[in-house]
């Protein structure tokens, strides 16, 4: 599981020109990617980094803080371009895998205390963001096995 963090003031996510979440306060916009072979065990690593990595200025985390966190599905987070010019999406788990995996980190985030506001999985989205700092860190927790 791979997530890019980025610390805002304010963000939102449109569908078709409709807003389906946003933060209107500072908190984290965070981009999920899953491959296959994820599971509870990486979902538990991200949780408690997204949770307790002390990530705002004052030295305080989401959990500290109670910052909320727009939490985004983005499979291109398992993007290669190593060979041609085309992108490789083979280690992106495909939807019925990776949605599972993605609603059980939002369900997971929430039962730690977060406040959770999520864009559409699957779809395709606009995201606007805010970012303070600027402030972008990169989480991974890679399966057993996953070739580097």
Known sequence: MRSLVQRVSSAKVSVAGEVVGRLDRPGLLVFVGVTPGDGQAEIDWMVRRLLNQQVFEDGSSVFSAGAPLLVVSQFTLYGSVRKGRHPSWT??????????IFEKLVADLRAGGAQVQTGLFGAMMQVSLVNEGPFTLWLAKEPAGFPL
């Open 91 to 100: 280690h992106a788990a495909p939807g019925e895998v990776a949605r599972p």
